[in-house]
């Protein structure tokens, strides 16, 4: 079996922390066993890896996700890039021709794609590994994974089985599986999206369970409907072609219009971290980062990224969210509702990890010339390394503030370290590696500083000292 992990959005409901290149499953709150902070797409990576299915598995993204990725996940992540976001089904075609067309997979393998953010235990992965065979035994199309439901939430999808009408819950639960306990799955008849409780309610009385965004399909099954729909299988023609697909579901394109759809029970635990109330939930302390909550403070947390200390004296049942793009202070109960308040805003991200480290914008402002002026705080991990890039709307003005390093500048190598000043004009080619952690203070001034103004001609530290450095 080969696992897509589709990595995608721009998680707005957990703002501030979360942005267009710091999504959601991008954010350490959560702690790991040796309880170092961990992001929700380390702990599935991680799980992954326990269960045996890392190495089978790639991550199917967006460009702005990629060096936030390669950081988290390590290099060695295969990572398949979106040119443009296109919703799920352009994502998932893109994945499946170039596991059929680069790396030769048979059409009879089994392909289950899964999101990189649910919070759930071993069993999960256990119940994943089990879609290739019951794909086999029930002649299936789609075999899908749902969540066996707790209580009858609003919140989610259900899938509804064939044969619904029973007298009895229990009764009727056990016989709309097949197979022995082990391998039990149902027949699916319809879906039904965020139901009222009430229809919630009967809908568990008839053994719906929770779509938790989980299916398998063989190779050829999404191949040949590729094939039917007059598009491309080879995996750099569908790269040129990925504008003209369209920005559509992967439910809407393929699951609805699936003729045989099986569904499999995963009664475990499960949550959609997707909220701060949620996500809150499965934090296992009350702050993280610096800062104070009263004892007269209940269910109470505060997550600040900033270096400045919050207080928060005698509320409870709230959050505080600190960085460098916001504050929000909110009800635990409200907390969703600032996908709405911030849905339109467009201001760049403050804050990005980036595959060498991490960055922070200190400030913004435009001089008396018109000139933008942007300041930085960029950390680089020790023996991590910048591309080798020049600009042509800015220059530069760099300040080491901690930690040494190797600066190459317009093809000459020299040392720098604390209290350095380096100088970098527009159109000059820089990059440096760290030996220790390297702390620059880096202030830009331009007429434009956007991201499009980089121009990178290498990314390899080896490549770059081979090619570029002048030798005497």
Same mark, same amino acid.
């Given at each position: 079996?080969?696992?897509?992990?589709?990595?995608?959005?721009?998680?707005?409901?957990?703002?501030?922390?979360?942005?267009?290149?710091?999504?959601?499953?991008? *954010?350490?709150?959560?702690?790991?066993?040796?309880?170092?902070?961990?992001?929700?797409?380390? #702990?599935?990576?991680?799980?992954?890896?326990?269960?045996?299915?890392?190495?089978?598995?790639?991550?199917?993204?967006? +460009?702005?996700?990629?060096?936030?990725?390669?950081?988290? &996940?390590?290099?060695?992540?295969?990572?398949?890039?979106?040119?443009?976001?296109?919703?799920?089904?352009?994502?998932? /075609?893109?994945?499946?021709?170039?596991?059929?067309?680069?790396?030769?997979?048979?059409?009879?393998?089994?392909?289950?794609? &899964?999101? =990189?953010?649910?919070?759930?235990?071993?069993?999960?992965?256990?119940? +994943?590994?089990? &879609?290739?065979? @019951?794909?086999?035994?029930?002649?299936?199309? *789609?075999?899908?994974?749902?969540?066996?439901?707790?209580?009858?939430?609003?919140?989610?999808?259900?899938?509804?089985?064939?044969?619904?009408?029973?007298?009895?819950?229990?009764?009727?639960?056990?016989?709309?599986?097949?197979?022995?306990?082990?391998?039990?799955?149902?027949?699916?008849?319809?879906?039904?999206?965020?139901?009222?409780?009430?229809? /919630?309610?009967?809908?568990?009385?008839?053994?719906?369970?929770?779509?938790?965004?989980?299916?398998?399909?063989?190779?050829?099954?999404?191949?040949? *409907?590729?094939?039917?729909?007059?598009?491309?299988?080879?995996?750099?023609?569908?790269?040129?072609?990925?504008?003209? @697909?369209?920005?559509?579901?992967?439910?809407?394109?393929?699951?609805?219009?699936?003729?045989?759809?099986?569904?499999?029970?995963?009664?475990?635990?499960?949550?959609?971290?997707?909220?701060?109330?949620?996500?809150?939930?499965?934090?296992?302390?009350?702050?993280?980062?610096?800062?104070?909550?009263?004892?007269?403070?209940?269910?109470?947390?505060?997550?600040?990224?900033?270096?400045?200390?919050?207080?928060?004296?005698?509320?409870?049942?709230?959050?505080?969210?600190?960085?460098?793009?916001?504050? !929000?202070?909110?009800?635990?109960?409200?907390?969703?509702?600032?996908? %709405?308040?911030?849905?339109?805003?467009?201001?760049?991200?403050?804050?990005?990890?980036?595959?060498?480290?991490?960055?922070?914008?200190?400030?913004?402002? #435009?001089?008396?010339?018109?000139?933008? =002026?942007?300041?930085?705080?960029?950390?680089?991990?020790?023996?991590?390394?910048?591309?080798?890039?020049?600009?042509? !709307?800015?220059?530069?003005?760099?300040?080491?503030?901690?930690?040494?390093?190797?600066?190459?500048?317009?093809? =000459?190598? #020299?040392?720098?370290?604390?209290?350095?000043?380096?100088?970098?004009?527009?159109?000059?080619?820089?990059? =440096?590696?760290?030996?220790? %952690?390297?702390?620059?203070?880096?202030?830009?001034?331009?007429?434009? *500083?956007?991201? %499009?103004?980089?121009?990178?001609?290498?990314?390899?530290?080896?490549?770059?000292?081979?090619?570029?450095?002048?030798? /005497?």
């Amino acid at each position: 079996m080969r696992s897509i992990l589709l990595s995608g959005g721009s998680g707005k409901r957990l703002w501030p922390l979360s942005n267009d290149s710091r999504s959601k499953q991008f *954010l350490k709150v959560l702690r790991n066993p040796e309880g170092r902070p961990e992001s929700m797409v380390q #702990r599935v990576w991680r799980q992954l890896g326990q269960s045996g299915l890392a190495s089978e598995a790639l991550v199917a993204t967006s +460009l702005p996700q990629v060096e936030i990725l390669t950081a988290q &996940l390590g290099d060695d992540v295969k990572l398949i890039v979106e040119p443009e976001r296109r919703d799920t089904f352009p994502s998932i /075609a893109l994945a499946a021709s170039y596991l059929y067309s680069v790396e030769s997979v048979s059409l009879h393998e089994t392909i289950a794609v &899964l999101p =990189v953010d649910p919070f759930v235990e071993k069993e999960f992965f256990d119940v +994943l590994a089990t &879609l290739p065979d @019951l794909l086999d035994k029930s002649g299936a199309d *789609l075999a899908l994974m749902g969540v066996v439901p707790t209580y009858p939430s609003e919140k989610y999808g259900y899938i509804i089985p064939e044969n619904t009408s029973s007298e009895n819950k229990e009764s009727n639960r056990n016989s709309k599986f097949y197979d022995d306990k082990q391998d039990r799955y149902v027949n699916v008849a319809k879906f039904q999206e965020k139901p009222c409780e009430s229809d /919630a309610a009967a809908m568990i009385e008839q053994a719906a369970l929770w779509n938790c965004g989980v299916f398998a399909f063989k190779l050829g099954y999404l191949i040949n *409907l590729l094939i039917d729909m007059e598009l491309p299988i080879q995996y750099d023609e569908i790269l040129k072609q990925y504008g003209r @697909l369209h920005k559509i579901s992967f439910d809407y394109q393929v699951v609805e219009q699936a003729s045989h759809i099986i569904a499999v029970p995963y009664d475990g635990y499960w949550k959609d971290l997707g909220t701060w109330n949620t996500l809150t939930e499965e934090m296992n302390a009350p702050i993280v980062g610096k800062g104070w909550i009263t004892a007269d403070s209940t269910n109470t947390h505060l997550i600040n990224e900033l270096n400045i200390p919050v207080a928060i004296l005698g509320l409870s049942d709230i959050v505080v969210a600190v960085s460098p793009d916001g504050i !929000l202070v909110s009800d635990k109960d409200a907390s969703p509702r600032i996908k %709405e308040i911030v849905k339109h805003e467009d201001q760049r991200p403050m804050y990005e990890e980036r595959r060498w480290g991490c960055y922070r914008v200190l400030d913004y402002t #435009r001089n008396e010339g018109g000139d933008e =002026v942007l300041t930085k705080r960029i950390c680089i991990s020790p023996e991590r390394n910048l591309s080798y890039q020049y600009h042509r !709307l800015r220059n530069e003005v760099w300040t080491v503030v901690s930690g040494t390093g190797e600066l190459i500048l317009d093809g =000459v190598s #020299r040392m720098i370290r604390q209290g350095d000043t380096v100088i970098i004009d527009r159109g000059m080619l820089h990059s =440096v590696k760290a030996f220790s %952690e390297l702390e620059i203070i880096e202030v830009q001034i331009g007429s434009q *500083l956007i991201e %499009e103004d980089i121009v990178r001609v290498a990314t390899q530290w080896q490549d770059i000292v081979k090619t570029y450095v002048k030798h /005497a």
